[in-house]
Nanobody, 113 residues
């Protein structure tokens, strides 16, 4: 059973920074972050493979950085220059080497103007 535990969400001012963490169990191929704002569908924010290749949504490029510690099965999302439109519940996700997809419980990120 693959489980994910997220931490690091909170309230921050416009232009501030937050760092999200997500610890996974099992053998993981890829990890990433999605977010869902009120009235919106869940969208991909960033993803990273075990080899270190990354992909970002256009809306966060240059502001967010995803990184990974493979030995600890942990993924991080460093969020800088946060904007009110970044306000959402952020969900960690991971795909195991067996093809199973797991989701974290979600962590609230709120950016005030």
């Amino acid at each position: 059973q693959v489980q994910l535990v997220e931490s690091g969400g909170g309230l921050v001012q416009d232009g501030g920074s937050l760092r999200l963490s997500c610890a996974a169990s099992g053998s993981i191929r890829s990890m990433g972050w999605y977010r869902q704002a009120p009235g919106k569908q869940r969208e991909l924010v960033a993803q990273i493979t075990s080899g270190g290749s990354t992909d970002y949504a256009d809306s966060v490029k240059g502001r967010f950085t995803i990184s990974r510690n493979n030995a600890k099965n942990t993924v991080y999302l460093q969020m800088n220059s946060l904007k009110p439109e970044d306000t959402a519940v952020y969900y960690c996700t991971a795909q195991s080497v067996y093809g199973m997809r797991a989701w974290g419980q979600g962590t609230q990120v709120t950016v005030s103007s």
